[in-house]
């Protein structure tokens, strides 16, 4: 259990007594790229987490440390000074101190050593959870109150400091998820409600293809952003009221569909339809209608692969085996795209048999071993216990 791994290494190299906290990944059963065109989006945070062991120092500074992936000591002063540090993750506490020094945030110091079981690059949200996690626990020992939705903008701040250019699902999703939930966010006025689901004889599977991504770096996902932009900028001309692709309509797509690329067309059409997709997926999950959730999930991949241009061949792969496999109701890649995970719903009589043959048949066609994970719903960040 890596939480008692990092308690026990906080006791022994720190003096004062910690809170742990965790924060979970996310996973996302539909409504990709919606959530910066303040559109809809269907994900639910997991048993996966990032756990913090915190305690405040008086020290005047934050010092940070890791021995799990790219083990690390990182001392930020107070005024946002450090050491010089390799690990991808300073990045992330850098720009969130350096946002907080910004914002005037009493800040205190701190000890911290955190770590998790959140595949890296694999459309589970690892940047949120550390993000959000450490966010939470700066203002925890701090003894400042600060709202969720203060927490996910600034954790999305730190992103577009870094360089994604993200919306607000995955920050939202690690905050706010409910055990055994999904989390409906309305990005336009950020409501969110909770829909169960469970779907009796069936069951929830993540496959990693272990194809990584680094979003940051790929500026494909910004790229995907700024051809939605374009067509905002020209629907406007004919509807200045509008402000996102949320309220574009394929009728306003057509009437501008001269004076745009046929790429941002394209890319704009898909962000429409996956609007649709989301409310189709919240009836069929209400309705319990397991076979129609699966079409809604194929229907998905589909348009990410063929319209807006964000999986890679090895997922396309993936999803097209579950197609031909018996109990296999649907799957489809999940997150910024270009790697990660797909999410499968499967018939729990034949799950191990499928399960092992997706891989089989992955590692036959790829040469890559995948790997896969139970899909366990649990509770957005918390302290732990
Ligand atoms: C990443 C971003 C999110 C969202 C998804 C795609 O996870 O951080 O804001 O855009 O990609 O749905």
């Given at each position: 259990m890596i939480h008692k791994e990092i308690a026990s290494y906080f006791k022994e190299n720190y003096t004062n007594k910690p809170t742990i906290i965790k924060a979970p990944g996310r996973i996302n059963l539909i409504g990709e790229h919606t959530d910066y065109n303040e559109g809809l989006v269907l994900p639910a945070s997991i048993e996966k987490g990032i756990y913090f062991a915190v305690a405040s120092n008086d020290k005047n500074r934050i010092q940070v440390e890791t021995f799990?992936?790219?083990?690390e000591k990182i001392v930020f002063q107070l005024n946002g000074e450090h050491n010089i540090f390799k690990s991808f993750w300073g990045n992330y506490f850098k720009a969130i101190i350096e946002i907080l020094v910004e914002k005037e945030y009493p800040l205190k110091g701190m000890d911290c050593v955190f770590g998790g079981d959140i595949p890296i690059g694999s459309g589970l949200s690892s940047s949120a959870a550390l993000c959000c996690g450490f966010i939470y626990a700066i203002t925890k020992v701090s003894d400042k109150k600060i709202s969720r939705e203060d927490i996910a903008l600034i954790a999305q701040e730190a992103e577009h400091k870094i360089g994604l250019n993200c919306g607000l699902m995955d920050q939202y999703a690690v905050l706010f998820g409910k055990k055994g939930n999904a989390f409906f966010l309305?990005?336009?006025?950020?409501s969110h409600s909770y829909i169960p689901i469970n779907l009796e004889g069936y069951s929830w599977v993540l496959v990693n293809s272990n194809i990584k991504h680094n979003l940051a770096v790929d500026s494909e996902y910004n790229k995907r952003r700024v051809s939605c932009e374009n067509i905002v900028k020209q629907v406007q001309k004919h509807r200045?009221?509008?402000?996102?692709?949320?309220?574009?309509t394929l009728e306003d797509l057509s009437t501008v569909k001269n004076d745009v690329s046929a790429i941002d067309a394209q890319r704009a059409k898909y962000v429409i339809e996956e609007n649709n997709r989301v409310r189709k997926m919240m009836k069929v999950l209400t309705d319990g209608d397991a076979n129609a959730v699966g079409a809604v999930l194929k229907e998905g991949h589909w348009a990410m692969s063929?319209?807006?241009?964000?999986?890679t061949s090895e997922l396309d792969a993936l999803v097209k085996i579950g197609e031909n496999?018996?109990?296999?109701l649907g799957s489809r890649m999940m997150g910024g795209g270009f790697g990660g995970c797909t999410i499968n719903l499967m018939k729990t009589e034949n799950l191990d048999t499928g399960i092992k043959s997706m891989l089989k048949q992955y590692k036959e066609q790829t040469n890559i071993d995948a790997e896969y994970y139970h899909l366990a719903i649990d509770d957005g960040v918390k302290m732990f216990e």
């Amino acid at each position: 259990m890596i939480h008692k791994e990092i308690a026990s290494y906080f006791k022994e190299n720190y003096t004062n007594k910690p809170t742990i906290i965790k924060a979970p990944g996310r996973i996302n059963l539909i409504g990709e790229h919606t959530d910066y065109n303040e559109g809809l989006v269907l994900p639910a945070s997991i048993e996966k987490g990032i756990y913090f062991a915190v305690a405040s120092n008086d020290k005047n500074r934050i010092q940070v440390e890791t021995f799990l992936t790219q083990p690390e000591k990182i001392v930020f002063q107070l005024n946002g000074e450090h050491n010089i540090f390799k690990s991808f993750w300073g990045n992330y506490f850098k720009a969130i101190i350096e946002i907080l020094v910004e914002k005037e945030y009493p800040l205190k110091g701190m000890d911290c050593v955190f770590g998790g079981d959140i595949p890296i690059g694999s459309g589970l949200s690892s940047s949120a959870a550390l993000c959000c996690g450490f966010i939470y626990a700066i203002t925890k020992v701090s003894d400042k109150k600060i709202s969720r939705e203060d927490i996910a903008l600034i954790a999305q701040e730190a992103e577009h400091k870094i360089g994604l250019n993200c919306g607000l699902m995955d920050q939202y999703a690690v905050l706010f998820g409910k055990k055994g939930n999904a989390f409906f966010l309305d990005c336009k006025d950020l409501s969110h409600s909770y829909i169960p689901i469970n779907l009796e004889g069936y069951s929830w599977v993540l496959v990693n293809s272990n194809i990584k991504h680094n979003l940051a770096v790929d500026s494909e996902y910004n790229k995907r952003r700024v051809s939605c932009e374009n067509i905002v900028k020209q629907v406007q001309k004919h509807r200045p009221e509008i402000t996102s692709l949320r309220d574009v309509t394929l009728e306003d797509l057509s009437t501008v569909k001269n004076d745009v690329s046929a790429i941002d067309a394209q890319r704009a059409k898909y962000v429409i339809e996956e609007n649709n997709r989301v409310r189709k997926m919240m009836k069929v999950l209400t309705d319990g209608d397991a076979n129609a959730v699966g079409a809604v999930l194929k229907e998905g991949h589909w348009a990410m692969s063929k319209e807006y241009e964000i999986t890679t061949s090895e997922l396309d792969a993936l999803v097209k085996i579950g197609e031909n496999l018996d109990g296999v109701l649907g799957s489809r890649m999940m997150g910024g795209g270009f790697g990660g995970c797909t999410i499968n719903l499967m018939k729990t009589e034949n799950l191990d048999t499928g399960i092992k043959s997706m891989l089989k048949q992955y590692k036959e066609q790829t040469n890559i071993d995948a790997e896969y994970y139970h899909l366990a719903i649990d509770d957005g960040v918390k302290m732990f216990e």
